[in-house]
């Protein structure tokens, strides 16, 4: 009845009479709420009690303000969503739902008051009944893991997946994943699954699904309409366009990243423009120049990686130790994230020309992110190619990054390595950045407030 309320707050509910799951009316100086007790994690504080409001959000009361609560019924909550049985028709596409975790698949643990990946893949069905207008789904739980969890066993396993379903004829792919690293995922997809016939979309939500605000539904339904009916036959994000309910926009996977730690609008296409937008039952292509759906099974599945590389971002008076350490524990790849054109400190250069004597294959972004790097342009970048750092054009660091660990899995000789990533595969590296892939509006301006004020919906 007091689930997780100790102390001051167990105190309070036993005064006033109520308990776990009562539906009450709660006075206090702070104002009036109604809404349902919810229990406690096990590790919260003993000085509030927390309520289900009408409207689906969350409120914390802090006891010492309550001066009254009154119990008007009880609702014991159930969060877990039934799996349904798909519904088969003979005249819709065929769509893989993988699922890994992450945000798009989970509900809240009230033990912990964590975010958790809970529901399977055939549970998303359950709550977007919408699915069975759009296709034919099968659904399948790779992993349970928040997107911070994934790595090389996860990204190889994800691709060995999709090579199997692509033979067996199915006409699209989505992957439910976590939304913090699920750029690198795209990323290292992108060169694990070469020349694939059909969509490859991954999605996820900012927002989990017991959350009035939550994003899941729009961007599965999206991502899956993607899947069924996009003529774009390639690695795809699907997420929120705009801050409000209208669209998803389908970013190339090696030129995605996420900006925003909360937004739902979180994800942007760096440095080009996204490849389409998607709403409801129609696509807007915003570019033209990608691969294109077949209606051939090939596709060409190549999990090769080392995972001895690393990201090295630089900053002001970075001291050589850093890079020692990583030739001490045996790295055999650094992508530094360099400043400006892509430069770094000068008393690093002895230690950058020891690690590539030792055989590190070294490669410089920029941690702008968008913007080549330009190292023909001062004596500092000269000097560091003459160090043997190679300049990776306008490659992203995370894109960079997976690169290296997919070529050094390959091979080790310099000049392959060099050809595997200088070569452009998926995108990664354009030939010029268009004079709308870089758009950055400073709030509190008057010209970009008129804008705002004009457009937001």
């Known amino acids: 009845m007091y689930k997780g309320y100790r102390g001051k707050s167990l105190a309070c509910l036993k005064n006033?009479?109520?308990?776990?799951?009562?539906?009450?009316?709660?006075?206090?100086?702070?104002?009036?709420?109604?809404?349902?007790?919810?229990?406690?994690?096990?590790?919260a504080d003993e000085f509030h009690i927390v309520l289900k409001?009408?409207?689906?959000?969350?409120?914390?009361?802090?006891?010492?303000?309550?001066?009254?609560?009154?119990?008007?019924?009880?609702?014991?909550?159930?969060?877990?969503?039934?799996?349904?049985?798909?519904?088969?028709?003979?005249?819709?596409?065929?769509?893989k739902l993988f699922g890994t975790g992450g945000t798009i698949a989970s509900r809240l643990d009230y033990r912990t008051g964590a975010v958790i990946p809970a529901f399977s893949p055939g549970e998303l069905y359950g709550s977007v009944p919408e699915l069975a207008?759009?296709?034919?789904?099968?659904?399948?739980?790779?992993?349970?893991?928040?997107?911070?969890?994934?790595?090389?066993?996860?990204?190889?396993?994800?691709?060995?997946?999709?090579?199997?379903?692509?033979?067996t004829g199915t006409d699209g792919i989505v992957i439910g994943h976590g939304t913090d690293t699920m750029h690198h995922t795209a990323a290292i997809l992108s060169f694990m699954v070469q020349?694939?016939?059909?969509?490859?979309?991954?999605?996820?939500?900012?927002?989990?699904?017991?959350?009035?605000?939550?994003?899941?539904?729009?961007?599965?339904?999206?991502?899956?309409?993607?899947?069924?009916?996009?003529?774009?036959?390639?690695?795809?994000v699907c997420m929120f366009g705009p801050t409000s309910d209208q669209y998803c926009l389908l970013h190339r996977g090696t030129r995605v990243r996420k900006m925003h730690s909360s937004y739902r609008s979180t994800f942007r296409t760096i440095g080009d423009i996204p490849l389409?937008?998607?709403?409801?039952?129609?696509?807007?292509?915003?570019?033209?120049?990608?691969?294109?759906?077949?209606?051939?099974?090939k596709v060409r599945i190549n999990t090769s990686f080392d995972d001895r590389v690393t990201i090295v971002y630089y900053y002001p008076n970075m001291k050589p130790d850093i890079i020692e350490s990583l030739i001490d524990n045996d790295y055999k790849g650094i992508i530094i994230a360099g400043t400006g054109l892509g430069h770094v400190n000068k008393p690093l250069y002895p230690v950058i020309k020891k690690a590539f004597d030792k055989g590190v294959h070294?490669?410089?972004?920029v941690q702008t992110l968008w913007g080549y790097v330009q190292m023909f342009v001062y004596?500092?970048?000269?000097?560091?190619?003459?160090?043997?750092?190679?300049?990776?054009?306008?490659?992203?660091?995370?894109?960079?990054?997976?690169?290296?660990?997919?070529?050094?899995?390959?091979?080790?000789?310099?000049?392959?390595?060099?050809?595997?990533?200088?070569?452009?595969?998926?995108?990664?590296?354009?030939?010029?950045?268009?004079?709308?892939?870089?758009?950055?509006?400073?709030?509190?301006?008057?010209?970009?407030?008129?804008?705002?004020?004009?457009?937001?919906?």
């Open 195 to 236: 020349d694939s016939p059909v969509p490859i979309v991954m999605v996820g939500s900012q927002r989990s699904s017991d959350r009035p605000s939550s994003d899941a539904a729009i961007n599965l339904i999206n991502a899956t309409y993607t899947a069924a009916k996009s003529d774009i036959a390639e690695v795809m």
């Open 53 to 95: 409001l009408h409207n689906g959000y969350n409120v914390g009361l802090a006891v010492d303000t309550i001066e009254s609560i009154t119990e008007l019924g009880r609702t014991e909550a159930h969060y877990k969503i039934p799996e349904k049985e798909f519904p088969f028709d003979p005249d819709k596409k065929n769509v």
């Open 362 to 365: 070294i490669y410089m972004t």
């Open 16 to 43: 006033f009479k109520v308990g776990v799951w009562s539906d009450v009316e709660v006075e206090s100086t702070r104002g009036s709420f109604t809404g349902t007790i919810l229990p406690r994690s096990e590790t």
């Open 379 to 457: 004596d500092t970048g000269r000097d560091m190619m003459d160090l043997g750092v190679i300049p990776a054009a306008n490659m992203l660091p995370e894109v960079a990054y997976v690169k290296l660990c997919w070529a050094l899995g390959q091979s080790h000789d310099r000049e392959e390595v060099r050809n595997i990533m200088m070569t452009p595969i998926a995108g990664e590296i354009t030939e010029r950045e268009p004079h709308n892939g870089y758009l950055i509006f400073q709030g509190g301006i008057p010209e970009v407030e008129d804008f705002i004020k004009r457009y937001k919906r």
């Open 276 to 297: 389409a937008m998607v709403e409801k039952d129609r696509f807007v292509l915003l570019k033209d120049d990608y691969r294109k759906r077949r209606n051939d099974r």
């Open 133 to 167: 207008d759009i296709c034919n789904l099968k659904t399948e739980k790779l992993f349970g893991v928040f997107s911070e969890n994934m790595g090389p066993e996860q990204w190889k396993g994800t691709a060995e997946a999709i090579g199997k379903e692509i033979a």
